[in-house]
T-cell receptor, first 113, second 113 residues
């Protein structure tokens, strides 16, 4: 089936640093979504991308829908402690079944000791 | 909160017993989903519903059944729980399956001993 390769799996951040993570797939997606999950909670939608090449910002977050429709990246600028958590990418293929939102395995952001 | 409630939040049950998890929404959204989240696997779709009494299987449906007799409630049943079903279960809702992304509940942590 379709799979999303999300990288890195984990990373440590120091306050003020910029962070980048990405998702790639061998399949084409019509929509890319980025979620953040805090401990003990469900994922929360951060950014939704609907068009190839689209670049969208939400505060310090910027995400892009790759031109090939097979990838997406998320950047966080000037990280702060509350950015810690797990970030998931998700892709949706309109040609698939109605439940066909595929998730990456997540990037875990932790504070650098 | 987007008006989605999962119950119970935590449950410990014995192998072989039936278990039902409940998802309740107050948003009147048409689509509801059950996911499980396991380390190293991210979020995987179990079953979803596209209307009252309309359900379909997801990627990991074996050992699970669902029912939706009212718009607001989506039940997930483990007919005979096994240790491999120890996981965190998330319910999600969406207004449309092609846009807006999904809104997730806070999850149910199920332990099968």
């Amino acid at each position: 089936g379709q799979q999303l390769n999300q990288s890195p799996q984990s990373m440590f951040i120091q306050e003020g640093e910029d962070v980048s993570m990405n998702c790639t797939s061998s399949s084409i997606f019509n929509t890319w979504l980025w979620y953040k999950q805090d401990p003990g909670e469900g994922p929360v939608l951060l950014i939704a991308l609907y068009k190839a090449g689209e670049l969208t910002s939400n505060g310090r977050l910027t995400a892009q829908f790759g031109i090939t429709r097979k990838d997406s990246f998320l950047n966080i600028s000037a990280s702060i402690p509350s950015d810690v958590g797990i970030y998931f990418c998700a892709g949706l293929n309109y040609g698939g079944s109605q439940g066909n939102l595929i998730f990456g395995k997540g990037t875990k952001l932790s504070v650098k000791p | 909160d987007a008006g989605i409630t999962q119950s119970p939040r935590h449950k410990v049950t014995e192998t072989g017993t039936p278990v039902t998890l409940r998802c309740h929404q107050t948003e009147n959204h048409r689509y509801m989903y059950w996911y499980r989240q396991d380390p190293g696997h991210g979020l995987r779709l179990i079953h979803y519903s596209y209307g009252v009494k309309d359900t379909d299987k997801g990627e990991v449906s074996d050992g699970y059944s669902v029912s939706r007799s009212k718009t607001e409630d989506f039940l997930l049943t483990l007919e005979s729980a096994t240790s491999s079903q120890t996981s965190v279960y998330f319910c999600a809702i969406s207004e449309s399956w092609t846009v807006y992304g999904y809104t997730f509940g806070s999850g149910t942590r199920l332990t099968v001993v």
